[in-house]
Structure formats: structure tokens, C-alpha cells
T-cell receptor
Framework: SQQGEEDPQALSIQEGENATMNCSYK?????LQWYRQNSGRGLVHLIL?????REKHSGRLRVTLDTSKKSSSLLITASRAADTASYFC???????????FGSGTRLQVQP | NAGVTQTPKFRVLKTGQSMTLLCAQD?????MYWYRQDPGMGLRLIHY???????AKGEVPDGYNVSRLKKQNFLLGLESAAPSQTSVYFC???????????FGPGTRLTVT
């Protein structure tokens, strides 16, 4: 079963705009991670936020986590055509030795 | 470092045939995973391993078997392929269970 559900399923923006993706999950977690998948490729880890953190930055990425609402958001600022990809959230908890992935958001950045 | 590699990259099987997908990692990771990804969906966990000689079932294990005889290798076997197993298969590894995972490039399998 899918733990994380991303919203929206698809997003199309112009280069230079910001892109925001949301992820909701159902159970308690130790951390939440975001991955990027370019078409036909494997997933690449972007950022991990622990359950006791509320916000984290990495370059043009900003992730927030609200454990009371069981939700997270990924913001990509000043988007580029190269950011075109699918983005997945994944939740981890120590009781389960694997991550649970959502169904992803497809981001299209128009040049 | 090669990271996580998968062989083969593509394969076409007839229903009932068998095959083995090989995953190798050179990062000395304890945990290894096999996922399948179907169109428009996220990744579903097939089997995983928490160390050499161990395996465990994931979310969709039926029709698949795995082995982890060496720490760096994780094999996924299909004993009798079915069209429902047409998918893209990804292997991943990590230092700890619910932590950052490193993915291979995938194997695109078609069962006719």
C-alpha cells in the first residue's frame, strides 16, 4: 500500500517559476525523503528530513515537514528545464526496514 | 565507484520462461532492495535483504525469489514469468534500512 501520496500528480510551469509539490502520509515516521527520477532512469536521492525537523534547505530545494498534519512539501525555486522529472516522497520508520514510496508528481518545466 | 549496477538492461521473455536479474553494489551497504515500477505508479517493494545471507518479503513478493549469497550482490529470480510481471525493475541499496537509498539504472522486462 502507498504510504505517501503526492499532490499534484502533474505540474507544468515556466522556467524561472517556483514549483511546489506536496506529500501526505498515514503513519508515524522517523524521516521523510524526496527523490527525483528522470525519464527512463533510476531514482536519485534529493533530501532527507527527520521527524524532529520542520524545514530543511539544499541549494534550490526547500522541504518542510508537519508531523501533526502528516504532510511534507518540496519547493524548487527558480526552476530550470533540467528540473523536468518525476518527484517521489518516501517515508521511513525504524520498525520497518524499508522505505515506502508515493506515486509521484510529474514536473514539466517549459523553457 | 560504480555505485549500483543492474544486468541486464532490457529483456523480453515468453510466458513460463525463467530468468535472473543481477544487482551489484560496491558501497559495502548492508541493505539491498528490489522494486518494481509500473506506469503512473510509484515503486513497490518486492523483496529486500538486511545483510548477507538474509532475505525478507516486501509488498508484492509473489512470483519472485531472491538470494543474497554475497554482501555485494542481490539476485531476483522469476521462475515462471507471467505477463503481469512486465515492468521496470529497480535495485537499491542503503547503509541503514529507512535511510538514503542508492538506485541502479533499472531493468525493463517485457513478458509476452
Amino acid at each position: 500500500s502507498q504510504q505517501g501520496e503526492e499532490d499534484p500528480q502533474a505540474l507544468s510551469i515556466q522556467e524561472g517559476e517556483n514549483a511546489t509539490m506536496n506529500c501526505s502520509y498515514k503513519t508515524s515516521i522517523n524521516n521523510l525523503q524526496w527523490y527525483r527520477q528522470n525519464s527512463g532512469r533510476g531514482l536519485v536521492h534529493l533530501i532527507l528530513i527527520r521527524s524532529n525537523e520542520r524545514e530543511k534547505h539544499s541549494g534550490r530545494l526547500r522541504v518542510t515537514l508537519d508531523t501533526s498534519k502528516k504532510s511534507s512539501s518540496l519547493l524548487i525555486t527558480a526552476s530550470r528545464a533540467a528540473d523536468t522529472a518525476s518527484y517521489f516522497c518516501a517515508t521511513g520508520d525504524m520498525g520497518r526496514r524499508a522505505l515506502t514510496f508515493g506515486s509521484g508528481t510529474r514536473l514539466q518545466v517549459q523553457p | 565507484n560504480a555505485g549500483v549496477t543492474q544486468t541486464p538492461k532490457f529483456r523480453v521473455l515468453k510466458t513460463g520462461q525463467s530468468m535472473t536479474l543481477l544487482c551489484a553494489q560496491d558501497m559495502n551497504h548492508e541493505y539491498m532492495y528490489w522494486y518494481r515500477q509500473d506506469p503512473g505508479m510509484g515503486l513497490r517493494l518486492i523483496h529486500y535483504s538486511v545483510g548477507e545471507g538474509t532475505t525478507a518479503k516486501g509488498e508484492v513478493p509473489d512470483g519472485y525469489n531472491v538470494s543474497r549469497l554475497k554482501k555485494q550482490n542481490f539476485l531476483l529470480g522469476l521462475e515462471s514469468a507471467a505477463p503481469s510481471q512486465t515492468s521496470v525493475y529497480f535495485c537499491a541499496s542503503s547503509y541503514e534500512g529507512p535511510h538514503e537509498q542508492y538506485f541502479g539504472p533499472g531493468t525493463r522486462l517485457t513478458v509476452t
